[in-house]
């Protein structure tokens, strides 16, 4: 038998028609991709637009209608939040009551949106953005200044406390159950 380096020779040619195959395919794979559409794109030059459900960082915004914060320093946001990075102090006055202070401890939070889910007048968001990158996590104390101007810089999530609620309530019976109800139509037993 003929000896290649102490091997036999058909081992040494069956490894490398195996290196060759293996080659060739990996080429025939980088061939296929070098003329393909990247789906990579250069962020954050080019922004990819966020499914309107994105729930990314938090915020604090002014009502629509009269400009004014939407927050009126009631602590349920506090009360719920899990890990208790929520902080408030209600400020009372005359019509409506406000926050006094507000502070959101964001590298801590859990982005749970339970307190997003119990705010009454809808004042803290979720927005449609995770770009808060910071290099010192003391850069991730929000406070009140900071959430209001998060919540001016990007969209907000579709979902609102309000809307959010809207959907957990129980659901409304049946146009035709409900007349018949009113009218007190009892229902036949069925045989
Ligand atoms: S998303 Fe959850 S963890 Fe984060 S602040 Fe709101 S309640 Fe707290
Ligand atoms: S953000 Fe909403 S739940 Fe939290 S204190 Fe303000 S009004 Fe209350």
């Known amino acids: ?10 081992g040494f040619w069956s490894e490398a028609g195996q290196l060759v195959s ?6 025939a794979v980088t061939l296929r991709n ?21 729930r990314g960082i ?3 915004v002014y009502e629509k209608d009269t400009g004014e914060e939407a927050c009126i320093g009631c602590r ?3 009360y719920v939040c899990p890990p208790q990075v929520i902080k408030v102090e209600m400020r009372k006055a005359g019509k409506r009551n406000y926050a006094k202070t507000f502070t959101l401890e964001l590298y801590a939070c859990e982005f749970c949106e339970l307190c997003v889910q119990v705010c009454p007048t809808d004042a803290i968001v979720m927005l449609k ?3 808060l990158a910071a290099a010192d996590r003391r850069d991730l104390l929000l406070d009140k200044e900071r959430l209001h101007a998060l919540g001016l810089q990007f969209e907000p999530s579709w979902a609102t406390g309000n809307r959010l609620r809207d959907m957990q309530a129980p659901p409304k019976p049946a146009r035709t159950e409900a007349k018949a109800d009113a009218k007190g139509e009892a229902k036949e037993p069925a045989e």
């Open 22 to 27: 293996a080659v060739s395919r990996a080429m």
């Open 58 to 60: 938090l915020a604090l």
């Open 76 to 78: 349920l946001c506090e």
């Open 1 to 10: 038998m003929a000896l290649n380096g102490g091997r036999p020779a058909s």
């Open 34 to 54: 070098l003329f393909r559409k990247p789906v990579t794109i250069q962020y954050p030059d080019v922004q990819r637009p966020y499914p309107d459900r994105f």
């Open 129 to 131: 953005s995770f770009d």
